[in-house]
C-alpha cells in the first residue's frame, strides 16, 4: 500500500526535513540538511536529471530521497567511467518509519519514476563504513558492495 508520499523536494518545503527523527543516527553516517539543500541546488544549477522528493505520511514529513545524473568523480566504480548513471545522493528516513519495509517501497517508487522519466542506468551509493543497518538495507534491495571507497564511505552499485 502507498501510505506514503513523494512530493517533489524544492527550496520551498526543504525546510520541513528539519521534521524528520535521525537522533539515532550517528553524524559522520548522513548528510545534515543544509548539506542537503546545498545538493538540491547543485543539481538545479548543473542541469541534472533526476528526482529529489520529500517523503511524507499524513502531514508529517518522514525522509528525503535524492537520485540524480551521477558526474563521475575518481572514487567512484572503474566501470562507471564514460557511462551514463545515476547516484543515490541522500536517503534518510525518520527513524521511528525504518524496519517496517517501507523504505524499500520508497526506494522501489524512486527508482522506478527516475527509471521511467530518464532512462535506465546503474545506480552508485556511498554507505558509512560502520554503517552496517544501511549497508544490510542496500544489499537487500539488490545492490552490490564493492571495494572502492571515497573517504569513509564503501561504494555500493546496482546493475539494473
Do not use: Q, W
Not at 61 to 83: F, R, V
Not at 86 to 102: A, C, H, T
Not at 127 to 155: P, Q
Amino acid at each position: 500500500p502507498m501510505d506514503f508520499c513523494l512530493e517533489a523536494l524544492t527550496f520551498e518545503n526543504c525546510e520541513r526535513a528539519y521534521e524528520i527523527d535521525r537522533t539515532d543516527i550517528p553524524e559522520a553516517f548522513v548528510d545534515d540538511v543544509p548539506t542537503l539543500i546545498e545538493t538540491l541546488k547543485f543539481g538545479f544549477e548543473n542541469n541534472l536529471k533526476g528526482h529529489a522528493f520529500l517523503i511524507t505520511k499524513g502531514d508529517r514529513a518522514i525522509g528525503t530521497i535524492l537520485l540524480g545524473e551521477g558526474l563521475y568523480c575518481e572514487n567512484d566504480p572503474e566501470e562507471l567511467k564514460d557511462k551514463p548513471f545515476y547516484r543515490l545522493v541522500s536517503f534518510i528516513l525518520d527513524k521511528n518509519y525504518r524496519g517496517k519495509g517501507l523504505g524499500s517501497r520508497i526506494l522501489e517508487s524512486t527508482i522506478e519514476k527516475v527509471y521511467n522519466d530518464f532512462g535506465i542506468h546503474p545506480i552508485v551509493l556511498g554507505v558509512h563504513k560502520d554503517n552496517e543497518k544501511a549497508a544490510r538495507f542496500y544489499l537487500k534491495n539488490g545492490f552490490i558492495k564493492t571495494s572502492c571507497m571515497d573517504g569513509d564511505d564503501y561504494c555500493f552499485i546496482t546493475n539494473p
